[in-house]
């Protein structure tokens, strides 16, 4: 069983930067898939950032891309995401996910169901 541990989330002005981290417990953390979702108030929960467990590919939301970078250290059994260039589109709470299996597929387009562990969520908003 793994638990995840979402943090840093808080009030930020746009154009400001923020760090989010994702501390996972009780599993092989250099096996995991792990992703960053969010949601934002009256719409669906969306993918954001994820990484294979084998480290060799990130992948970003294109409505992110270049303005955020997701970063995994193995020894501190932490996701980590620099999210810079905020804007209120950002606001929502965001979510860590992860799974002990691999996929082959396209981070973007694994379902949120085939997460098995998911984290409690931190808030984000943005003030414009």
């Known amino acids: 069983q793994v638990q995840l541990v979402e943090s840093g989330g808080g009030l930020v002005e746009a154009g400001g930067s923020r760090t989010l981290s994702c501390t996972a417990s009780?599993?092989?953390?250099?096996?995991?898939?792990m992703g960053w979702f969010r949601q934002a108030p009256g719409k669906a929960r969306e993918f954001v950032a994820g990484?294979?467990?084998?480290?060799?590919?990130?992948s970003y939301a294109d409505s992110v891309k270049g303005r955020f970078t997701l970063s995994k250290n193995d020894a501190e059994t932490t996701v980590y995401l620099q999210m810079n260039s905020l804007n209120p589109d950002d606001t929502a709470v965001y979510y860590c996910?992860?799974?002990?299996?691999?996929?082959?597929?396209?981070?973007?387009?694994?379902?949120?169901?085939?997460?098995?562990?998911w984290g409690q969520g931190t808030r984000v908003t943005v003030s414009s």
């Open positions: 990484i294979k467990w084998s480290g060799a590919r990130i």
């Open positions: 996910a992860a799974d002990s299996r691999y996929t082959s597929e396209t981070m973007a387009l694994v379902p949120l169901n085939w997460y098995k562990y």
């Open positions: 009780g599993g092989t953390f250099s096996s995991l898939t």
